[in-house]
């Protein structure tokens, strides 16, 4: 996750109360629970590219005799297949 998970919270808040104060949404629960389902969207965005990073390291682990020997370079390999399966699978991160 690139953003650490407690700062979540508080972008959250920070997120809804600017786009009230810009009058750009109108709230018909509270802030704080818009802020949390905003969190909740946020960490479940979030937490695709995790997922995606623990796949890509198992699909290298065919590759580790290789890897350790010097004929691949793991972290270009790494870049190489998260963004074939970003853009087979559309995601945008």
Known sequence: MRIPRGWLHFLSREIVE???????????A???QVAMLVEELMLEELM?????NEEVREM?????SEIEKG????????EMTKQKLVRDRNIVL
């Open 30 to 32: 509270s802030k704080a």
């Open 48 to 52: 695709i590219e995790d997922s995606l």
């Open 71 to 78: 004929h691949l370079d793991y972290r270009r390999l790494f």
């Open 18 to 28: 600017n786009l009230v104060a810009k009058k750009q949404i109108e709230l018909t």
């Open 60 to 64: 290298l682990k065919k590759f580790d």
